[in-house]
């Protein structure tokens, strides 16, 4: 378990992660979902130990990471695949990191044969392509044989095959019991893989909920009534949340489309128009962090 308490990172005088405070639970695939610039960086840094916190605490596995003797059989990071040293060989790369941490050889080649890297073992990484390169800094994170896993950004500039493969990779950590905590801006594919969501914006928590409640809010259904105040009284009596929809419309979640055509029966109030709607995540999620995205593209 990643535990978090008001942790906060300020450089200069901008403030890069502001008070977040959430645990990220064994057993799922947690999403880390934020715009450009958010802070899921500066965070997962911060769980690591790689950046110190201006303010508030992280502990992993109930334990401040930095104190941890042999890290990598602790926590497994993923933060940026592109960071390789590309003169040393795959093999030799993943050995050097074993050494450093007490790791045996053997779980070297095993951990290139999980990432299907054993074919070019002896080359080296240099001449890796970007897919490559993501396998080997997996292969890394995984040496260690770590209950908590940390991705950054996974899926950047993968193509399709490679995107299942991460998905299915983390799916099945999660499966053994593991923390896995991924981050990404692309929420489309993140829904596919992760079971919660913890959504940021400048460097605040917005959401920490599950995807199934998520893809739920996600969803609303279009009203039309000749009583619109009349029936919205009613739907928020009965728990609903109403909002204002297209041309005066009404557009309403938290409750099926059958249980508003009755509760509209009910109180004598004739619909012109009970259309169930579906967001897509994407424009949930934007909704989501609409008021905080910081740099909002300017339309000529
Ligand atoms: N070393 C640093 N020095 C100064 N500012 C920084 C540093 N690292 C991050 N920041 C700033 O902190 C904020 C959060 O950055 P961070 O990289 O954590 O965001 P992110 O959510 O990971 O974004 P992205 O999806 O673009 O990677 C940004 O405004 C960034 O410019």
Redesign the pocket.
Known sequence: MIALEGLTKR??G?T??DGLTFTVEPGRVTGFF??????????MRMILGLDRPDGGSVTVNGRDYVNVPLPMREVGALLDARALHGTRTARNHLRWLAHTNAIPDKRVDEVLRLVGLESVARKRSGTFSLGMGQRLGIAAALLGDPKVLLF??PVNGLDPEGIKWIRELMRGLADEGRTVLV?S?LMSEMALTADHLVV?GR?RLIADVGMREFVRHSSGVLVRADDQELLTARLIGAGASVEPGPEAALIVTGLAAGEIGKLAMEAGVALSELTPQRLSLEEAYMNLTRDSI?YQAVVA
């Open positions: 450089y200069g901008k890069a992660v934020g715009p450009n610039g958010a802070g899921k960086s500066t965070t950054d950004e981050s801006h940021i460097g910081e």
